[in-house]
């Protein structure tokens, strides 16, 4: 797992991409298939399961950008990539508390990638937020919460729904998880450590 720095920046996150042979190679996906350097404009930033190394098989490699004009963005990333193998866009985001976004999907080598974008700065992203929270939490349990989130994830459960489990929050585990990540470093550690045997 990674440890230490706090993976702000997209190369802190890339830096972070040697702990293991699936995020190695994660990494030479990233780098070899000019995906960084083609949505430089939008502040790529890698994110999900694979930088805080819980993800499991079939697990996406994500990109979070930032995107003030998703029409543009879209039209550009057709533009530039819609001829990769199985590459689709799908819009979001018309619930009244959601922000418009856009995800696109493409197979890079055996990688699914999904790409979203959001005319919100990375750094205040869902994905972004439930990441580091969850990066906090893995380097405060160590080995044996890291192995149950893992655990948890491997018999099917999606990621925000497995930490809720472990910490025994109630409610919209995506909500709640939001809410840990507005929480100072060290009250988050105080309160997982008095929620979890780890």
Same mark, same amino acid.
């Given at each position: 797992?990674?440890?230490? $720095?706090?993976?702000?920046?997209?190369?802190? *996150?890339?830096?972070?991409?040697?702990?293991?042979?699936?995020?190695?190679?994660?990494? /030479?996906?990233?780098?070899?298939?000019?995906?960084?350097?083609?949505?430089?404009?939008?502040? &790529?930033?890698?994110?999900?399961?694979?930088?805080?190394?819980?993800?499991? &098989?079939?697990?996406?490699?994500?990109?979070?950008?930032?995107?003030?004009?998703?029409?543009?963005?879209?039209?550009?990333?057709?533009?530039?990539?819609?001829?990769?193998?199985?590459?689709?866009?799908?819009?979001?985001?018309?619930?009244?508390?959601?922000? &418009?976004?856009?995800?696109?999907?493409?197979?890079?080598?055996?990688?699914?990638?999904?790409?979203?974008?959001?005319?919100?700065? *990375?750094? /205040?992203?869902?994905?972004?937020?439930?990441?580091?929270?969850?990066?906090?939490?893995?380097? +405060?349990? $160590?080995?044996?919460?890291? !192995?149950?989130? !893992? !655990?948890?994830?491997?018999?099917?459960?999606?990621?925000? &729904?497995?930490?809720?489990? *472990?910490?025994? +929050?109630?409610?919209?585990?995506?909500?709640?998880?939001?809410? +840990?990540?507005?929480?100072?470093?060290?009250?988050?550690?105080?309160?997982?450590?008095? /929620?979890?045997?780890?």
């Amino acid at each position: 797992m990674a440890q230490g $720095g706090e993976m702000s920046t997209t190369a802190e *996150v890339l830096a972070h991409l040697a702990c293991n042979a699936r995020q190695q190679d994660a990494y /030479r996906v990233l780098q070899s298939s000019g995906l960084l350097d083609i949505l430089a404009d939008y502040h &790529p930033y890698p994110a999900g399961t694979v930088p805080i190394d819980i993800d499991v &098989p079939g697990s996406d490699l994500d990109l979070l950008c930032y995107a003030e004009d998703l029409d543009a963005f879209e039209a550009e990333i057709h533009d530039q990539i819609g001829a990769v193998g199985e590459f689709r866009c799908v819009r979001g985001g018309d619930l009244p508390d959601q922000r &418009p976004y856009v995800t696109c999907n493409l197979q890079v080598g055996h990688w699914p990638v999904e790409i979203f974008a959001q005319s919100v700065p *990375v750094n /205040r992203q869902n994905a972004y937020l439930h990441m580091i929270v969850e990066w906090r939490l893995l380097q +405060l349990w $160590g080995d044996a919460g890291h !192995r149950e989130i !893992r !655990r948890l994830k491997q018999a099917g459960w999606k990621t925000e &729904p497995a930490f809720a489990s *472990v910490l025994g +929050l109630q409610g919209d585990p995506y909500v709640e998880m939001l809410h +840990l990540a507005e929480m100072k470093r060290e009250d988050l550690c105080n309160w997982a450590r008095s /929620r979890t045997s780890f």
